[in-house]
């Protein structure tokens, strides 16, 4: 890694800190300060924090969720309905679905969008392990919970095009999230709107 190179260990973090997504370099120097400046104990927890995350934490074999088991606990619950999968972009947008406590039944992750400018394009989605899905669990509605973007309805299209002939009700959040928004940072009430008046797509 790059990163290595630079021996100022101060430097380092914040180069470090704006390979995260969202953090520009004024951000990042202003946690590296607030790091340098924290209690001793505190960078040691935050290292060991980072070190644990990727030593214990796995993603779910059935549903692509972040898990300590080979199969989470949303797809180990038995009192939620296999027949009805939620097809979500990202975990954080299925850990807000979930806070909502407006979906009872089970997800499926696709770790991207269809973005054909930024190198993503449909067979880059894992939809043959989303298809044995439905299949095997006899899923009987898929919502297709994007972003009202134009990836993700660019994405709702791709996915409903894929699960036309496999008999099952595919339906599309409805207008809770602002169009041009993002499902992650919006507030339950209203992603709990969206899947309640999800619509036939």
């Known amino acids: 890694m790059i990163v290595r190179d630079v021996q100022d260990p101060l430097e380092r973090l914040v180069k470090l800190l704006t390979m995260l997504p969202g953090i520009g370099e004024r ?4 946690l590296a300060y607030h790091v340098l400046r924290a209690p001793a104990e505190y960078p040691e927890d935050l290292a060991h924090a980072l070190l644990e995350i990727r030593g214990k934490l796995c993603e779910c074999s ?5 898990s300590e088991q080979e199969v989470c606990p949303i797809c180990s619950d ?3 309905d296999p027949r009805k999968l939620c097809v979500v972009a990202s975990i954080q947008d299925l850990q807000v679905i979930e806070r909502s406590g407006s979906f009872r ?4 992750v696709l770790h991207g969008y269809v973005a054909p400018l930024d190198g ?3 067979e ?3 939809t043959d392990h989303l298809l044995s899905l439905v299949r095997e669990n006899g899923v009987r509605e898929v919502i297709i919970a994007t972003n009202p973007t134009v990836e993700g309805e660019a994405t709702a299209g791709y996915l409903a095009q894929r699960l036309r002939d496999e008999g099952v009700k595919i339906t599309r959040i409805a207008s809770g999230i602002q169009h041009g928004g993002e ?3 919006s507030d339950p009430v209203s992603v709990a709107r969206a899947i309640d008046r999800r619509d036939e797509y």
Not at 62 to 66: E, F, Y
């Open 78 to 80: 038995t009192s939620r």
């Open 120 to 122: 993503l394009n449909p």
């Open 105 to 108: 039944g089970r997800y499926f």
């Open 27 to 30: 951000t990042a120097r202003r």
């Open 124 to 126: 880059d989605l894992d």
């Open 183 to 185: 499902i992650e940072y």
């Open 62 to 66: 059935s549903c692509g969720n972040i």
